[in-house]
């Protein structure tokens, strides 16, 4: 979900040539398949024009990803330690950060598993996806403007 709000923002901001965004899960159970139904929905059902993210497919994140992408974020920290597992040599950990270090409302730095709360867990991690991605974004920009880099790059968990 957090792929598919992002690409929302970027697209409505008109920043579709300055990032490239992309979502992988550490595992390989869903490799190729779209998002949980009840994620899709709570997608749609959210955003104030329907998101749909039924296009979106499951890969896997791999070691390549760190030269691929600028930034890196995990969504808890079972998937930071994941990432920074395959990063061997130690030489891309600044690239890698809790998604919800930029959350705006105080926290655990977890994004909580939507399967245990329901309609609601989905509800739930829509609200704590779409805020987070928004203060991103605004920082990836902030940063590009100081002259932190020419592109802003996205890969997340």
């Known amino acids: 979900m957090a792929e598919g709000l992002f690409r929302e923002k970027v697209r409505a901001k008109g920043l579709e040539e300055r990032f490239r965004v992309a979502s992988a899960g550490t595992g390989d159970w869903h490799v190729g398949q779209p998002p949980d139904d009840r994620m899709q929905a709570a997608a749609r059902r959210n955003s ?5 993210i039924s296009a979106q497919r499951a890969q896997q994140f791999a070691a390549d990803h760190f030269e691929d992408f600028d930034h890196i974020f995990a969504m808890d920290k079972n998937n930071l330690h994941d990432v920074l597992f395959l990063d061997e040599e130690e030489q891309y ?4 950060r809790l998604f919800r270090e930029f959350d ?5 730095f977890q994004v909580p598993d939507p399967y245990a ?4 867990g989905f509800d739930r991690v829509y609200r704590i996806a779409d805020r987070t991605t928004a203060r991103i974004l605004d920082e990836l920009v902030k940063e590009g403007e100081k002259g932190g880099g020419e592109d802003g790059e996205k890969a997340g968990e």
């Open 48 to 52: 104030p024009d329907g998101l749909d």
């Open 93 to 96: 950990d600044g690239k890698v």
């Open 104 to 108: 705006p409302q105080p926290g655990d």
């Open 117 to 120: 709360g329901g309609r609601e």
